[in-house]
């Protein structure tokens, strides 16, 4: 800094004003080369976990008791690893049923191992024909039925939604 008589010049050396400008330019690239990368979508819905599934159901006014994780209602010990029991009613489903989630890690085990939840439900389903299950990737919801229309419909709605299907 120097000065002339009265008067005060502050004087800059012009590497110092190059040095501001490129960090300005830098600053400017970086906002910018962001928002290219910030993404106005919502992410992809992903499936819940059980307490996110049994939420889905309490909320749609289906009550669950008895809760056993590993409740496959056979001994299949693949389905096991999936499975779990509960007890439910609610709506205008009087009588209490028990009803068994599959929870598969991925559509991949689902589609893999779907088939097998049928022949599983031979050891716990005490007449075939009115046999129940809804099917929502990568959930199954199996039990004796017949389950009544309007308790159905909300297990299908609460299971579409926790599978990250639905709102």
Same mark, same amino acid.
């Given at each position: 800094m120097r000065t002339d008589g009265d008067s005060l010049r502050l004087v800059t050396h012009p590497l110092a004003r190059t040095g501001l400008f490129v960090s300005a330019l830098a600053a400017s690239v970086l906002v910018v080369a962001a928002? %290219?990368?910030v993404s &106005?979508?919502?992410?992809?819905?992903?499936?819940?976990?059980?307490?996110?599934i049994a939420s889905e159901f309490v909320t749609r006014?289906?009550?669950l008791d008895h809760l056993v994780s590993g409740d496959a209602g056979c001994a299949d010990q693949k389905l096991?690893?999936?499975?779990?029991?509960?007890?439910?009613? %609610?709506l205008d489903? &009087?009588?209490v049923v028990r009803l068994r989630i599959y929870i598969f890690r991925d559509a991949e085990a689902y589609s893999r191992?779907?088939?097998t939840i049928d022949s599983c439900a031979a050891a716990f389903v005490t007449d075939?024909?009115?046999f129940e299950a809804l099917d929502d990737s990568p959930f199954v919801l199996a039990g004796q039925g017949p389950w009544a229309p309007k308790f159905k419909a909300a297990l299908r709605e609460a299971l579409h939604v926790a599978a990250g299907s639905g709102d």
């Open positions: 928002c %290219g990368v &106005t979508k919502a992410p992809a819905p992903t499936p819940a976990d059980f307490q996110g006014g289906i009550a096991t690893q999936t499975a779990i029991g509960f007890d439910a009613s %609610g489903q &009087t009588d191992l779907r088939s075939p024909t009115t």
